[in-house]
């Protein structure tokens, strides 16, 4: 298990020393403060000048060139420096608009040619009419009795100028606006907007020197609100304050002693059976974006279990089986591998790295029983198709492979379940682990002849599954008495309702062989349409190639999103739904960011 045990720490000083406790507790940032004021919840902090710091920072830090940061701290005008590069930023972003504006009207004008409007086409009562007109309706130009000229044409439009008061009536297509100005005047505009840009650009690289100083501002703000807000939590009466918090067991000697040392008041307790602390989870690298995935959703309750490991290895399993194929998962391998150092870089990039590398495992390794290898089968007597222990193409044998992994996961739920409760209704528990597995059992030995001795326990399996369920579903203590016994059979016969819940969550396992089944039959149509181009020379090959890169590129994502989306679903929702039945609070450590 690796939920961290917790102890209830309270300290006890003089309001003078308040300040002083609280930097010093957020300096040991094991604390998860609780709500000792009464009265309401915790105001949040008013936002200050660190919103605009942290415009400044992700800007600076967003820029493609960076120079090596600046250590020292004396003499830096912080606000100076942040009202510079927000200018910058507020600067470039209207060159930027400006310039696509001004790309956008020299595209429109290249055809027109160089020229100035007059002064009476501007403010005069006749005006320049701009039609782009079709060479083939050229001829219902002819017909407009008014003063126009074909200045420009290409091989598909002739450019016409119209001279009139009012729009002109019988022109086949609907004028054009143009810009006013000239076309040497906006292609001088734009050289400088962009000579402009690029000296923005040079300042805003120049400016990344204080992107470290900016960063220690921002930590140093947070703190300070974190403190605010923890002192809000502190219950002040008669010169003396308390502060009290949750504190895993294994600092507590730290904590006592630093009372100690600070001349502090210090009780610490074990959590009662009344008390609701919240919950640390803790594991191994490996494990942790295991821990990330249940945290997403849903905290286990403290007096729970941790779901880290087992949903680590069952996400494995179902991206596998989603993703079905071992080229594709030796292709997530190499990427994996070409991001190896990047991700290297922070503990949350180690996690997944590690995610990764089980994940890649597991498809090639799958796939490779399936023999499927970027939706080619290699040919029979061949090392790789000795491999070949699964034939997708039995759909039957595939459901229930499925439905096998749906009941080992829905009954180590159950199992779970059981083991973590203190009363008879872990027996109820135990009853549907019974049902899941049992019914499997039963349902694979009467569809296939080798496997009928397995009815028969399957039968057994549900049958005590079910006996279990209508007599131990009730959290009340067991007692032969009349009354208890039928209020404790009323509560199995509701429970019993949950059968057609139960079969309708082992059922959603077959997504595992549906989107297995079409990311295999979507790479061999992807092969098919590429070999059939292949055929024909010259571009056929090209075209070929494109089919292959572009549509297993597809597959592949839809494969990664399609393990991402379902195999969290199968976990989050029918695996908690059957083993985790209270939700508890995060632990939030009182902490100094640094």
């Known amino acids: 298990m690796s939920i961290v045990p917790l102890v209830r720490v309270t300290l006890c000083g003089p309001s ?14 094991c604390l998860h403060l609780n709500e000792l004021r009464s009265g309401g919840t915790v105001e949040a902090a008013a936002a200050s000048i660190g919103d605009e710091a942290r415009e400044a920072v992700q800007y600076l830090q967003d820029s493609p060139v960076r120079r090596q940061p600046l250590k020292r701290t004396t003499g830096v005008d912080l606000e100076a420096v942040i009202k510079e590069t927000l200018d910058i930023r507020q600067r470039a972003r209207a060159l930027d608009e400006e310039r696509e504006q001004l790309r956008k009207w020299i595209t429109d004008l290249e055809p027109w040619g160089d020229f100035e409007m007059p002064e009476w086409a501007l403010e005069g009562p006749l005006h320049f009419w701009f039609y782009v007109v079709p060479n083939h309706k050229i001829g219902q130009v002819q017909t407009v009795d008014l003063p126009w000229r074909i200045v420009a044409r290409d091989n598909r439009f002739s450019y016409v100028v119209v001279v009139a008061a009012d729009q002109p009536a019988g022109m086949p297509v609907a004028p054009v606006s143009l810009e006013h100005k000239s076309l040497s005047f906006l292609r001088s505009r734009l050289e400088k907007v962009e000579r402009e840009l690029e000296e923005l650009d040079y300042r805003r690289i120049g400016m990344t020197l204080y992107n470290d100083i900016l960063r220690n501002f921002l930590d140093e703000a947070d703190n300070r609100a974190a403190r605010e807000q923890a002192a809000r939590k502190v219950l002040e009466r008669d010169h003396v304050f308390a502060v009290q918090g949750w504190s895993p067991a294994e600092r507590a000697s730290a904590l006592r002693r630093y009372a100690s040392d600070s001349q502090l008041a210090v009780i610490i307790e074990e959590p009662g059976p009344h008390d609701s602390p919240p919950t640390l989870l803790r594991n191994a690298t490996l494990l942790s974006s295991g821990e990330d995935m249940v945290t997403f959703y849903k905290t286990p309750s403290y007096r729970m279990w941790d779901p880290s490991k087992a949903v680590f290895a069952a996400f494995a399993v179902f991206f596998a089986m989603i993703f079905s194929d071992a080229g594709y998962g030796l292709l997530l391998g190499i990427i994996l591998a070409a991001t190896w150092k990047r991700l290297g870089r922070s503990a949350g990039g180690r996690g997944m790295r590690g995610l990764l590398l089980t994940l890649a495992a597991a498809s090639t390794i799958y796939g490779i029983l399936v023999g499927t290898y970027f939706g080619v089968k290699p040919e029979a ?50 009853g549907w682990a019974c049902i899941f597995l049992g019914g499997f059992c039963a349902g694979l030995g009467k569809s296939y002849t080798d496997l009928a001795w397995l009815f028969v326990p399957g039968w057994v399996g549900l049958g005590l599954g079910g006996f279990l369920v209508l007599f131990f579903s009730s959290e009340q203590p067991f007692s032969l008495a009349l009354k208890p016994l039928l209020h404790r059979f009323l509560e199995g016969l509701k429970g019993v309702t949950e059968l057609s819940k139960a079969f309708g969550d082992l059922l959603s396992y077959l997504r595992l062989f549906a989107l297995g089944l079409a990311s295999i039959k979507l790479a061999e149509a992807f092969n098919s349409l590429a070999a059939s181009s292949f055929e024909i020379r010259g571009l056929g090959v090209l075209l070929g190639l494109l089919i292959l890169v572009i549509g297993h590129g597809i597959n592949f994502s839809m494969g990664v999103m399609g393990g991402v989306v379902h195999g969290l679903r199968l976990n989050v929702i029918e695996f908690f739904n059957w083993s985790l039945p209270e939700e508890g609070e995060q632990f939030q450590a009182f902490a100094k960011k640094s």
Do not use: C
Request: cysteine-free; hydrophobic content about 50%.
């Open 16 to 29: 003078a020393e308040k300040d002083v406790v609280l930097d010093d507790l957020q300096g040991f940032g």
């Open 381 to 430: 007597g061949t090392r790789l198709a000795a491999l070949q222990i699964l034939n997708v193409e039995d759909q039957g044998l595939m459901m229930w492979i499925s439905l096998g992994v749906g009941a080992l996961h829905l009954g180590y739920a159950n199992l779970v379940s059981a083991w973590r409760r203190k009363s008879s209704a872990s027996l109820g528990a135990v």
